[in-house]
């Protein structure tokens, strides 16, 4: 089984700046792309970022210029840096993993459960 564990969501004041990281475990073979998504209260889920296994990337509007996503290949890890935060950032980022392959079974997609972040003075 694959699981995604994520880490280095809390609290900060805007302005700041927040690491988020996302390592996949299991019999991974390999995995086409990881990518963060966000979701606040009364919101749909939406795109925050999303890396391929080739570093191609990818943001939503909102973040462009403030997020950068990167990506460890040999540790299946995700990571997001996110600067100059604002109230707006506020949500529950969750990490996801698109096309996973694990030998003997069909290559699907797995999401983490989810980490707070809050941004507020």
């Known amino acids: 089984q694959v699981q995604l564990v994520e880490s280095g969501g809390g609290l900060v004041q805007p302005g700041g700046s927040l690491r988020l990281s996302c390592a996949a475990s299991?019999?991974?073979?390999?995995?086409?792309?990881m990518g963060w998504y966000r979701q606040a209260p009364g919101k749909q889920r939406e795109l925050v970022a999303g890396?391929?296994?080739?570093?191609?990337?990818n943001y939503g509007d909102s973040v462009k210029g403030r997020f950068t996503i990167s990506r460890d290949n040999a540790k299946n890890t995700v990571y997001l840096q996110m600067n100059s935060l604002k109230p707006e950032d506020t949500a529950v980022y969750y990490c996801?993993?698109?096309?996973?392959?694990?030998?003997?079974?069909?290559?699907?997609?797995?999401w983490g459960q989810g980490t707070q972040v809050t941004v507020s003075s």
């Open positions: 890396i391929t296994s080739s570093n191609s990337t």
């Open positions: 299991g019999s991974i073979f390999s995995i086409y792309a």
């Open positions: 996801n993993a698109d096309q996973v392959v694990v030998l003997g079974l069909f290559p699907r997609d797995y």
